[in-house]
């Protein structure tokens, strides 16, 4: 899988990632339009991270442990904002 995308349930605004490398093990996937990343942390499972590894969005029905991201319902926080977003693998 090279690509994964994140759609916002709320207007259908979409962000996308690509392969990029490994990151502890497992594919890691860049944000096309932004230093973000998707990636399996050490102890936490899949989530979006800044290349630190500061959390800023996770699976929500689905631990994240598996060896790719987890399809479905992802939640994000930013600030005082909080969004759903639907997440599919994209080839």
């Known amino acids: 899988m090279t690509r994964v995308k994140f759609i916002r349930q709320l207007d259908g605004l979409t962000y996308e990632f690509v392969r990029e490398g490994w990151a502890y093990g497992y594919p890691s996937y860049k944000r096309i339009d932004h230093d973000l990343w998707c990636r ?5 499972g899949w989530s979006i991270c800044t290349d ?6 996770r699976p929500f029905d689905d631990p994240g442990q598996g060896n790719l991201p987890p399809e479905g319902a992802w939640v994000s926080r930013k600030h005082e904002r909080s969004y759903v977003y639907t997440m599919l693998h994209h080839s």
């Open 52 to 57: 630190s590894g500061e959390v800023v969005s």
């Open 40 to 44: 399996r942390l050490p102890d936490f």
